[in-house]
């Protein structure tokens, strides 16, 4: 009579093999989850600061609209905003962020994404046009945005130039 079944020894190794490709797809589906939050943030970004800049064209009819509207980047908390420019003359302007009386909407990156590298803290959208300045320096041709994992296994970037165009990377 033959015995039909698995012997513990084939057990064990069934029992070891789905063991091992289970915590494999973990993983995988646990980088693969981290990517997807990083393309996310991205994307809000790339929205905040299409938003800043229509926010200054449309503003611009208005008569007691702000002289500019700019996108503020803060690395020590991973946050950005955007604020409007209530400069009492706009043609004398800092065209900086001076704080929450400017503040319009504010964001906070997840926590598990941050910026690397951050080189810059504003960038200002000065209707009609509108002009682009980053961090105040009209010489400045471009700036980049750079978000990473918190790991550093993926990172995206974010590229605004003078002509306000937006690129990823």
Known sequence: ????????IEML??????????T???????????????????????SV???AKALSIQMF??????????VNFSKSDNSFLIFKDLAADCKNS???????QELFNKYRLDSRIQFQNLTLNNIIFIPPDPKVLIDNNSNENEASIILEISDKSASLKVKINKAGQITTQ
């Open 94 to 100: 800092d065209n900086i962020y001076s704080g929450s």
């Open 24 to 46: 494999f797809l973990i993983i995988y589906s646990h980088a693969g989850e981290n990517r997807i939050i990083l393309f996310k943030e991205q994307a809000q970004i790339i």
């Open 1 to 8: 009579m033959k015995n039909k079944g698995l012997t513990l």
């Open 61 to 70: 009819s208005e008569p007691t609209s702000p002289c500019a509207f700019g």
């Open 13 to 22: 190794i069934v029992i070891s093999l789905v063991s091992l490709l289970s």
């Open 49 to 51: 600061l299409n938003r």
